[in-house]
């Protein structure tokens, strides 16, 4: 049983060929894996992940389901396909062009990645599943290595640095896409969907005393629409963890 966990555990698309492989001859005409992966995108994007299935993506398609079988082994399978796919669309910094610097080649990549997990909600779930081995997750994360790489610190503290910035980017990213799942739930903007939550926790004495006290707080936090409440404290939270680098760089 434990063996038969580990191999779980170890299990992947990208591991034995299988990301690259169809079945053998007979598929079905106008499919292949790039168009399946594709569709499974735009599903998950409009439906979520708790309601994706193979059955709903056939008939997206016009397939059957088992047609779709023809170029992936399992649900599984797909889901890190269209999890490397959405890695894809980042745009990535070149950490060896003349003149760049590695503090704005880092909010750049930390801002696309927030961008990423705001857009797909269901890519945090998925990269917390699977093992984020293919070709574009791979190349997003040796970019990210070689611009902590140039900050000056020693090769020991490469992954805390990594995990730092990138970690607090998972969190207030994953954070961020479910509070506009759910203001999209209501039909409400996303202001509308604010100002009715905060009367909401102001009427109530649970939790009127705790945003009393936290009302000087909000006031100096600034910003008139919530999107600019969200982009000045996640600039501001990435500029400390950038000022936090240069100063155990200077430490030594």
């Known amino acids: 049983m ?24 007979g598929q079905p005409s106008g499919l292949d894996r790039e168009r399946i992966t594709e569709v499974t995108v735009r599903l998950l994007d409009a439906e979520g992940l708790d309601k994706f299935s193979m059955r709903r993506l056939a008939a997206e398609l016009n397939v059957t389901a088992m047609s779709v079988y023809w170029y992936v082994d399992t649900k599984d399978d797909l889901l890190e396909l269209a999890l490397d796919a959405a890695f894809g669309e980042l745009e990535l910094p070149d950490p060896e062009a003349d003149g760049e610097d590695w503090r704005e080649q880092l909010r750049a990549l930390a801002t696309a990645y927030r961008s990423l997990l705001v857009r797909h909600r269901w890519l945090s779930p998925l990269a917390g599943r699977y093992l984020n081995i293919g070709p574009n997750s791979l190349a997003f994360s040796r970019t990210i290595q070689q611009v902590i790489r140039r900050t000056g610190l ?23 896409g479910h509070f506009f799942g759910r203001v999209a739930d209501t039909g409400m903007t996303p202001d509308e969907y604010f100002q009715h ?13 705790v945003i009393e006290e936290s009302k000087d707080i909000m006031a100096a936090r600034g910003g008139d629409t919530v999107a600019e409440m969200l982009d000045r404290d996640f600039t501001y939270a990435l500029d400390l963890l950038v000022a936090g680098i240069e100063a155990m760089v200077a430490r030594g």
Do not use: N
């Open 154 to 176: 020693p090769a020991h503290r490469i992954t805390s640095a990594i995990s730092a910035v990138f970690q607090f980017v998972y969190g207030y990213g994953t954070i961020e």
């Open 197 to 209: 939550a905060m009367s909401t926790v102001t009427d109530s004495p649970e939790t009127a005393q």
């Open 2 to 25: 434990v063996k038969a966990a580990k191999e779980a555990a170890r299990a992947s698309v990208w591991l034995d060929g299988r990301a690259r492989r169809g079945r053998g001859g």
